[in-house]
T-cell receptor, first 114, second 112 residues
Framework: DGGITQSPKYLFRKEGQNVTLSCEQNLNHDAMYWYRQDPGQGLRLIYYSQIVNDFQKGDIAEGYSVSREKKESFPLTVTSAQKNPTAFYLC?????????????FGPGTRLTVL | AQSVTQPDIHITVSEGASLELRCNYSYGATPYLFWYVQSPGQGLQLLLKYFSGDTLVQGIKGFEAEFKRSQSSFNLRKPSVHWSDAAEYFCAVVGGYNKLIFGAGTRLAVHP
């Protein structure tokens, strides 16, 4: 089955720690995205990558970092510089054939800071 | 700047009743519009999308949406709601560089 996987489903972090969220897709999509979701605020874009070895900051990139070494993978690191990291994180991908604008989402990772 | 407004934060309907969720967008060119649904603790599932052509778009699970350029709206409808439709619904528009701009969402509750 083609799709997007995110791991872990739940993640707990102590203050001052960096943590990395995994996102993998086997849809052969070129573009990948990371969003943060907080109650009542919809989704906000953290980073996006339209091609391997290239990525751009979204609207709320401070305190986060990413890499795109493989087409299938787009891991997100939440650094200790992110002051309020507790949230639900969603990964998405798009871009195959003629339908390059439709984003498909993974199941999400819920990060809680202890 | 591009934006999406979903005026209703919460909506409650009875099972079997009709449903309309409102979405208004602000975008200079012809918009690419989407509706997604999210069950608690889950990712977003695409319901339907509008790129061009027929302004009435059919989606999955019996949903449809109508694009009205004159009103800058893309409202989601369903003629008869089922209890399993209880979820949060997001409207979105494609901004620059294929970035999606989301509304804040509408949470739907369904009474038996």
């Amino acid at each position: 089955d083609g799709g997007i996987t995110q791991s872990p489903k739940y993640l707990f972090r102590k203050e001052g720690q960096n943590v990395t969220l995994s996102c993998e897709q086997n849809l052969n999509h070129d573009a990948m995205y990371w969003y943060r979701q907080d109650p009542g605020q919809g989704l906000r874009l953290i980073y996006y990558s339209q091609i391997v070895n290239d990525f751009q900051k979204g609207d709320i990139a401070e305190g986060y970092s990413v890499s795109r070494e493989k087409k299938e993978s787009f891991p997100l690191t939440v650094t200790s510089a992110q002051k309020n990291p507790t949230a639900f994180y969603l990964c998405a991908s798009s871009g195959h054939g003629y339908d390059t604008d439709t984003q498909y989402f993974g199941p999400g990772t819920r990060l809680t800071v202890l | 700047a591009q934006s999406v407004t979903q005026p209703d934060i919460h909506i409650t309907v009875s099972e079997g009743a009709s449903l309309e969720l409102r979405c208004n967008y602000s975008y200079g060119a012809t918009p690419y519009l989407f509706w997604y649904v999210q069950s608690p603790g889950q990712g977003l599932q695409l319901l339907l999308k509008y790129f061009s052509g027929d302004t009435l778009v059919q989606g999955i699970k019996g949903f449809e949406a109508e694009f009205k350029r004159s009103q800058s709206s893309f409202n989601l409808r369903k003629p008869s709601v089922h209890w399993s439709d209880a979820a949060e619904y997001f409207c979105a528009v494609v901004g620059g560089y294929n970035k999606l701009i989301f509304g804040a969402g509408t949470r739907l509750a369904v009474h038996p």
